[in-house]
């Protein structure tokens, strides 16, 4: 979950792996998986910066880096 400020001031907390896309139109606007959009005062930095915390904190990026590197030096080439 990330913390996340609607335009009118109000703090929320949003489901971070139901994000879809993100998108400055001029304000930052938030896609949902379901559709759902929430505009936000964060820019899109912001949230990118507290989504990578975000899946440091679950060991999402960490998981994801090392697989990367494996398949990058060879190791995991047929799957």
Known sequence: MIRLTRLNGKEYVLNALLIESLEATPDTMITLINGKKFVIRESIPEVIHTLKEFYRDINAI??????????EKGGMENG
Do not use: D, L, P
């Not at 960490?62 to 398949?71: D, G, P, V």
């Open 62 to 71: 960490k998981a994801s880096i090392i697989q990367h590197t494996e398949i």
